[in-house]
């Protein structure tokens, strides 16, 4: 059975960092595409950064330039560093993973395995 397990989300004031992690197990990890999806009370999952099994991001335009993906397949492990913060990132976070190989869009990660999600909340 593939878990998902995030970590790292909190509070921060805006224009801080924060760095959430997501560490999967009970499946070939490295060989998936991996992402980061959030949500706000009301609105859709919004897929925000994807990494390929080998390495390749992809990024929203609402978070190009300020969000980081990365993967460490000996930890088993995604990382989102969330830099230049702003109120409109709160949102619960979610790790996703898909459960096919040779396929990294957001629509297949919708498909896939998902986290219970870490909140992230920026005041001003």
């Known amino acids: 059975q593939v878990v998902l397990v995030e970590a790292g989300g909190g509070s921060v004031q805006a224009g801080g960092s924060l760095r959430l992690s997501c560490r999967a197990s009970?499946?070939?990890?490295?060989?998936?595409?991996m992402g980061w999806f959030r949500q706000t009370p009301g609105k859709e999952r919004e897929g925000i950064a994807h990494?390929?099994?080998?390495?390749?991001?992809s990024y929203a335009e609402s978070v190009k330039g300020r969000f980081t993906i990365s993967r460490d397949n000996a930890k088993n492990t995604i990382y989102l560093q969330m830099n230049s913060l702003k109120n409109e990132d709160t949102a619960m976070y979610y790790c996703?993973?898909?459960?096919?190989?040779?396929?990294?869009?957001?629509?297949?990660?919708?498909?896939?395995?998902w986290g219970q999600g870490t909140q992230v909340s920026v005041s001003s």
């Open positions: 990494i390929s099994s080998d390495g390749r991001p």
């Open positions: 009970g499946y070939g990890y490295s060989s998936y595409c």
């Open positions: 996703a993973a898909t459960t096919v190989e040779g396929v990294c869009l957001f629509s297949d990660l919708r498909l896939g395995v």
